[in-house]
Structure formats: structure tokens, C-alpha cells
């Protein structure tokens, strides 16, 4: 995320805006993936699971989603699912108004169906195609959305790669370095990066990291982004993995987003996990990458998380004065004043 970014981002908030939005756009899936957040108990609350809810396609969906964009006013949307490219023929429709308005877009997909290659015209367009490890994990995991067939899916598209780290992983050496060099060599991958499998409260799972992994892997990544410059993971973010944000109040990224279920009226809350996340245990690259940010200066000494905690708080009194406004529940309370990880300047290049 570039600073003009941010700074257009505080003022979305200084309006009462959200400037980040996500939504799951769809409640079917045709993979059972280990791990998946989405359609774990605990996502929407425990009341229901996405595969409950009701979801929408044809002129519905289409008009769901360009209405939440329109109301949000977002800077960036995610949209997520399930699998979004069930509903690739609504997609066709929505990017192309997305990418018209202004607004960046990243579409999160399997790659398990063709990624239409008319998408690739798109400014402000990100399709990010998730990984799950080196071929034979990731097919004994994720099928029928195998290595043969995405490579098949993404053939002569651009794409960016996303995968999340599991205990699994960090067990083998030589691992991390293997995936990347597989991806890094395809022309379709423009970016990769990395998130840490981010668990539940109590959950007690073999992907779930311990507290060792995690502090090695903030120095191996650091090591592998200077290798593999496809790599998406600045210095900062990973000593973040390290030190995530204690709870959903401290965290940037959950303050900023708002995030809908398939219904398109139903919040995921506190955060795109849902549930009751261990936040301590948090590998979210995006609130990693965000709680790196609030810690760098501006000018003297403030940082972009005094500016945050100002737009949040006056984004608070736009909604309520002007109860119009989409509210945020985020925003009742102040955002408290973290202690975030001090960056060397010579790191401040870097950009997510």
C-alpha cells in the first residue's frame, strides 16, 4: 500500500467512510479445504456457517455488490467467497464498473476455473490465487484446484500468489525457499506473499504455529524476501507475524474494513476470520502490514498511527451526527495507542 494510498484512506475516514471492503460474494465451494476460515463454526458467530446462508446470483448479485460498494465508498474491495469465480459471469459485470470508479479490487480465488483473460485489462484489478504449499501438500489439501490445474487456469494471465504458512511447513527444511522458487520462475506471477495460518481461541490444530515457529520464521522471511524479490514481505511485516496486535481494538486492519457474508447484509465480525480470533496468534498480512505502517513517522514525531487515531475518532462523530452515515461498531470506542514495532529508516522504502 502506497502513502498516497493511506492518506486518501484517512480521509475516507475523516468522512465516516470505511476504506476497506470485503465480501463473500458466494456460499458454494467445490473444495473441502483443511483449515479454511470461512467455513469453520465459529466464522459467522455460531448461529449459522456460510454454507447456511442464503446467496445470490444473475442481476441480484451483481446489484448486491455494486450497492455495498456504493454505499461504503470504499478504497479497496476483496472479493472473496466461497469460490468468487463460480460467479465469474457476475464478476464480468462488477470489475469493469469497480475498475471505472476508481476503486482497487482484488478478486481471491483458487484458481480452480479459467481466470478470463479479459480481466487482465482492468486497472486497479488484483487476482490473488491461493497456494497451499509445495505441489504435493497443496493437491492432497486443495483438490480438485491442483498444481496441473491451476497452472492450466492462470496460463498467460497475471496473477499475484498468496500463501498461508502452516506448522507443517516450518517443519521442513528448505521448504519456503522451494515454493518460491517454483513460483517466482512463472511469468504469470507477479507478486507473492505470505500469511501465518491465523487460529481461533482454544483451537488446537496441526496447522496452528507455535510461538518458536513464529519468531524463526520473522528472521527466515525477512532472509528469503531479499532472495526472492517477487516476495511481498518488507522487513517490518515479518518481525510483525512476531508481535501481531493483542485484540481487534489495537488492530488497523480490523478497524478499517468492514466485511459481508454471502447474504450481503450480514457482517463478519471482528475481522475477515470471524469468530473469536487468537489475535496474539494473528498471521494476517494485511494487519501485519498495517500495524508496521502505524509505527512509521511522518514528520518529528508523529506516526501514521496518530493519524489513524484521529481519523477513526472524527469518523466516529461523522456517524453520529450524521446517522445517514454507514456506522462502523468499530469505531464506538477509541482506537488505544499500541505499541508498535519501531522500523529502522532505512526500511521505510518499502511498500506493501
Not at 454454507?51 to 450497492?67: A, C
Not at 513460483?183 to 504469470?188: D, G, R, T
Not at 457482517?267 to 498471521?283: I, K, L, N, R, S
Request: aromatic share 6%; hydrophobic share 35%.
Amino acid at each position: 500500500m502506497r502513502p498516497a494510498d493511506l492518506l486518501y484512506s484517512w480521509g475516507k475516514v475523516l468522512r465516516g467512510k470505511i476504506p476497506l471492503l470485503s465480501i463473500e460474494i458466494t456460499r458454494e465451494c467445490p473444495l473441502r479445504c483443511p483449515g479454511c476460515y470461512a467455513y469453520g463454526e465459529s466464522h459467522l458467530g455460531g448461529s449459522a456457517t456460510l454454507r447456511d446462508v442464503s446467496d445470490f446470483r444473475g442481476d441480484e448479485l451483481v446489484d448486491g455488490i455494486l450497492g455495498l460498494v456504493e454505499r461504503h465508498d470504499p478504497v479497496h474491495v476483496s472479493l472473496v467467497g466461497g469460490e468468487p469465480l463460480i460467479r465469474h459471469r457476475e464478476l464480468s459485470r462488477v470489475l469493469p464498473v469497480l475498475s471505472a470508479r476508481g476503486t482497487h479490487v482484488m478478486v481471491v480465488t483458487s484458481a480452480v476455473i479459467p481466470i478470463p483473460s479479459e480481466w487482465m485489462t482492468l486497472p486497479r484489478l488484483t487476482v490473488a490465487v491461493s497456494i497451499d504449499g509445495l505441489a504435493p501438500d497443496h493437491d492432497a489439501r486443495r483438490r480438485p484446484a491442483t498444481y496441473d490445474r491451476i497452472l492450466k487456469n492462470i496460463a498467460g494471465r497475471r496473477i499475484n500468489v498468496h500463501s498461508t504458512i502452516i506448522r507443517q511447513h516450518v517443519q521442513q527444511p528448505g521448504y519456503l525457499e522451494q515454493f518460491l522458487a517454483f513460483w517466482s520462475a512463472l511469468p504469470e506471477v507477479n507478486r507473492i506473499w505470505f500469511s501465518l495460518y491465523s487460529p481461533q481461541r482454544g483451537e488446537t490444530s496441526p496447522e496452528r504455529l507455535l510461538p518458536k515457529d513464529r519468531l524463526q520464521l520473522a528472521d527466515s522471511l525477512s532472509s528469503l524476501s531479499r532472495r526472492y524479490p517477487k516476495l511481498m514481505l518488507p522487513e517490518g511485516v515479518a518481525r510483525a507475524f512476531a508481535s501481531p496486535p493483542r485484540n481487534p481494538s489495537e488492530c488497523l486492519f480490523a478497524k478499517l474494513s468492514v466485511n459481508y457474508t454471502a447474504d450481503l447484509k450480514s457482517q463478519v465480525e471482528p475481522c475477515v476470520f470471524g469468530g473469536d480470533p487468537d489475535c496474539g496468534q494473528c498471521g494476517c498480512s494485511i494487519s501485519a502490514g498495517l500495524h508496521w505502517i502505524g509505527g512509521l513517522t511522518v514528520a518529528g514525531p508523529l506516526k501514521i498511527h496518530h493519524l489513524a487515531r484521529a481519523s477513526v475518532s472524527a469518523g466516529a462523530l461523522i456517524n453520529r451526527v450524521f446517522p445517514h452515515q454507514t456506522r462502523s461498531s468499530r469505531w464506538e470506542r477509541p482506537l488505544p495507542r499500541p505499541d508498535f514495532i519501531q522500523i529502522e529508516p532505512a526500511n521505510r522504502h518499502n511498500h506493501l
